[in-house]
C-alpha cells in the first residue's frame, strides 16, 4: 500500500500537535511496511528528525508565504506525488497545501480521507478569510472525502455541519511513543533555564488565545499566595501573547514566580515534564491534547478544560478535568495542590492509562485498517 501525508508543517515550533501526528503517523505507517511519504512545505526541517521519520519519505515544497502557508507550488512535481500513492491523507484543514492538493486529488480521481484534528470550527484570527475558505473550497474537501478521521468524539458535531454523517466517521485518537520520552537530563534543564528546585506547574504549547495560557495565569495569581513556594513556567513559542503575558505577571509582582522559556523540544521537553508537578492545559478549544499524553507518558499528571475533547481523563480522577474558565482552573490547581499524597498515587494509573490506551504501536493498525476497507469498497473496515 501507498500512502502520501499531506500536512503545511512538520515542524513542532510551527505545526504543532498536527505535525507531531503527521510525524508519527507515517513514521509507524512505514515501520508497518507500508510506503509512506510526506508532502510539506520546508521550513528548515533538522535532519536529525528528518532520519527519525525513516523509512517513511519527505517531499518539501519551498514556502512562498509563511503566514498563510502559502507553498511554492511545481505543478509537474504535485501530480506525480498525488499519482504514485494509492490513497491521499489530509490532516488539518486551512492550509493552502491541502487545497491544491485536494485539486489534483479530484482530478485524477484518488481516494482520499481527512483529519482535520480539530481545525473545522471557525475559531481564533482570520475568522473571514476562513469562511472565504470554506465557501470556495473547504467545504467540498470535507464533503467530498472518501473517509474522514476525528481525533475524538467530541469532533464528530464539527464533521455534522459540513454535511458528514457520523457513522462515517473513524475515531483515531492522538498518540505518544515512550522510547521518545526517556527521563534523565532534569537538572542540566533547570541550570539551563535557571529554574528552582521548587513546586513547578507547566504549560507546555503557543501562547495564543486558543491555547488558554492568559486563563492559567489568572488562575496562578489567584492561588499564588496559598502555595507561596510554587512556580508557573510556560514553555512554548509566541502565539501573539508573550508581551501581554509578561506585563501580566509583573504587574501582579509574579514576575519572580513566572517564567517564559521560549519553544523547547527534545531533551529539554522531556526533562520539563519529568520534573513538573502537575500539567496543565488550558485550552479553550482543542481536538484532543498531545502534550496531556505526553506528560502522561512521564508520570505527570495532567489538568485539562472540558474542552480538550479528552473527558476520559475525568475517569481516572473528576479533578483532572475543569471549566475553561480561570474560576475553574484555580479550582482544580487549589484541589490537586493541596492534595500531594493523592497525586502521587494517580500518577502511576495515569501513566499507564496513556500506555494502555494511546500507543502508536498500537493506534497505527486503525489507520491501515481504514485504509484497506476504503481501497477494498468497504469503508466500514
Known sequence: MRVLNVNSSLDLKSGGGTAERTFQMSRFLAM?????????????????RLAELAPATV???????????????????LRKLVD????????????????????????RRKPYVVCPAGALPIFGRSRYLKRLYNAFIGNAIIRNASGWIAVTASEIPHFETYGVSSANITIIPNGVVENDLPSGAVERTR??????NASLILFMGRLNPIKGPDMLLNAFQSIAGDFPTCHLVFAGPDGGMLSELRRAAGDRGLSHRVHFLGHVDGRDKTALYHMADLLV????QEAMSIVALEAGICGTLALITDQCGFSEIAGIDPRLEVPATAAGIA???????????????????????????????????????????????????
Not at 484543514?93 to 487545497?99: D, K
Not at 492545559?281 to 479553550?284: C, F, G, Y
Open 59 to 77: 517531499e518539501e515544497f519551498r514556502p512562498l508565504w509563511r503566514r498563510f502557508h502559502m507553498p511554492r507550488i511545481k505543478w509537474a512535481s
Open 331 to 381: 479550582i482544580g490547581l487549589r484541589l490537586l495542590l493541596s492534595d500531594k499524597a493523592s497525586m502521587a498515587a494517580l500518577e502511576p494509573i495515569w501513566q499507564q492509562f496513556v500506555r494502555n490506551g494511546f500507543s502508536w504501536d498500537r493506534l497505527i493498525h486503525r489507520y491501515i485498517a481504514l485504509y484497506c476497507g476504503l481501497l477494498s469498497g468497504n469503508a466500514n473496515s
Open 191 to 196: 541550570a539551563k533555564f535557571g529554574l528552582p
Open 84 to 107: 504514485d500513492p494509492d490513497i491521499v491523507h489530509l490532516m488539518g484543514h486551512w492550509g493552502v497545501l491541502n487545497a491544491l492538493v485536494y485539486l489534483v486529488v479530484r482530478i
Open 281 to 284: 492545559v488550558p485550552s479553550r
Open 32 to 48: 508497518q511496511g507500508v510506503d509512506c511519504t510526506v508532502l510539506t512545505i520546508g521550513y528548515g526541517l533538522e535532519q536529525e
